[in-house]
């Protein structure tokens, strides 16, 4: 079994005491046990250098929160970023196209391209209602045209007859034709593979998209290929063209490296994922559940969770006793801004603040609306970090040049200013009655 990540940095990390920023010997010893677990599962090692940099930058100097440990922050770091790096999810295959929408299937020999194919007709005949024609391009080996024909007739998708002797790009133009002829929606081409790539492949694919105009070209490409995935990813990507990919196997053991190197080297969305032999095992993609696979922890999703949950709690209850002895400065004012963005302007925080019209109406008053947010957080970066900490050192000058470095006007940051002595005087006063603290954390 794999060791979990969790467990590995615990034992490195978590016998750390010293609490506050990430050091950058925290984070590299950290990352040795990342880069480790990356290569497990098997992610390939280019990607696993660019990735653990880029970890490396967002981790050092981040803060470590009191209630979790020093692992755990650098686990949900890295978790995060697997995830932005899988990137996004609910990518579908895109038939915005006039039909006959062609679908161009490449990959190599045995990595499940034939079965993908009828798992995709079977899908989008049966969840989008779509006509759908498949065709096999395979000259080379005799049993591939029969086995589509038969997974044709098992998913009850209609195949193009096979006539003896023809090139894989006269089958091309001919599944095209006739897709337009039969008022077919959809054509899925499914080309031939070979064991390992080359270039007649290549440019026998090239040919094939010269005369189908595939308005999809995904990549078919077994989750369990390791340090080739790269490779595989990048020749069909440029001398082919890609525009997705998908993964088949991902109802084995392998840990879903793949799934990263691909992405990472093709900028390509992983649209589908196959998860047995059954025509209806086709899942959508999760980048959340892989980046999970890849760290082989099955519970950091609910420790992620957790941890970034405890991060919005000790921030408000610092942000409460701030309010409470009446520092309020400017960092806190570009915090809340924040943080107002992130619950979706204005509506959404006054909902979640009782008796709060009072500070809504100065708020607007103070022009301050969810249009405002960016400018004022704009002005508030220009500033100094004294200045942030005490804003009644800002002379006219001052204001001049910040109004220019934030593209606003000195009149700006008057209103700024106001409304931020506003609110701190205000939750001066709140915090002396003992309300702030619980008004705050609801608005966190
Ligand atoms: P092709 O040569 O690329 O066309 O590959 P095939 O479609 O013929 O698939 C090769 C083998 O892999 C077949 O036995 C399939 O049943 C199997 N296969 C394809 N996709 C999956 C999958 O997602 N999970 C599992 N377990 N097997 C798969």
Excluded: C, Y
């Excluded at 653990?52 to 949900?76: N, Y």
């Excluded at 049993?143 to 209609?158: D, H, K, M, T």
């Excluded at 990549?219 to 088949?248: C, H, K, P």
């Amino acid at each position: 079994m794999f060791e979990s990540l969790q467990e590995r940095l615990g034992s490195i990390l978590n016998g750390l005491t010293g609490r506050g920023a990430l050091s950058e010997a925290d984070v590299s010893a950290a990352l040795r046990e990342v880069r480790r677990a990356l290569i497990e599962a098997d992610v390939a090692l280019e990607v696993v250098r660019s990735f653990t940099d880029r970890v490396r930058e967002k981790a050092v100097g981040a803060e470590v929160l009191k209630s979790i440990k020093p692992g755990q922050m650098v686990v949900k770091i890295v978790h995060d970023e697997l995830v932005a790096t899988l990137g996004s999810e609910g990518e579908t295959i895109d038939l915005n196209a006039p039909a006959p929408v062609v679908v161009m299937m490449v990959g190599l020999q045995g990595s499940g391209k034939t079965t993908t194919t009828g798992k995709i007709a079977k899908r989008l005949t049966e969840r989008q209602g779509k006509k759908v024609l498949m065709a096999s391009l395979d000259t080379r080996r005799p049993a591939a045209q029969e086995q589509l024909r038969q997974i044709g007739e098992q998913v009850s998708v209609a195949t193009l007859p096979v006539i003896a002797g023809q090139s894989p790009v006269d089958i091309a133009r001919r599944a095209v034709q006739a897709g337009k002829l039969g008022g077919h929606d959809v054509v899925i081409l499914d080309t031939a593979g070979r064991t390992h790539i080359d270039e007649p492949l290549m440019i026998e694919m090239a040919d094939i998209r010269k005369v189908s105009d595939p308005h999809e070209i995904l990549l078919v490409a077994d989750s369990l290929t390791g340090q080739d995935a790269v490779n595989l990813a990048r020749s069909f990507d440029e001398r082919v063209g890609l525009t997705g990919l998908v993964l088949t196997r991902m109802d084995g053991d392998g840990r879903g490296g793949a799934a990263l190197s691909m992405r990472a080297v093709t900028g390509k969305p992983v649209k589908l994922i196959g998860t047995g032999e059954k025509m209806d095992a086709l899942e959508e993609f999760h980048p959340k559940r892989i980046a999970d696979r890849i760290l082989g922890m099955g519970d950091i999703v609910s420790l992620v969770e957790k941890a970034a949950e405890t991060i919005d709690a000790e921030k408000a209850a610092a942000m409460a006793k701030k309010m409470q002895s009446g520092k309020f400065d400017l960092n806190d004012l570009a915090d809340q801004l924040r943080q107002m963005q992130k619950m979706g302007g204005m509506g959404g925080i006054m909902g979640l603040m009782p008796g709060m019209g009072k500070m809504k109406d100065q708020l607007a008053a103070a022009g301050l609306d969810d249009k405002m947010f960016g400018r004022q957080l704009a002005i508030i970066s220009s500033m100094t970090k004294k200045e942030r900490a005490n804003p009644d050192i800002l002379k006219h000058s001052r204001k001049k040049r910040i109004a220019a470095g934030s593209g606003t006007s000195a009149a700006d940051i008057n209103k700024l200013l106001k409304m931020h002595r506003q609110m701190a005087d205000m939750m001066k006063a709140m915090g002396g009655k003992g309300k702030g603290a619980g008004m705050m954390q609801k608005m966190m």
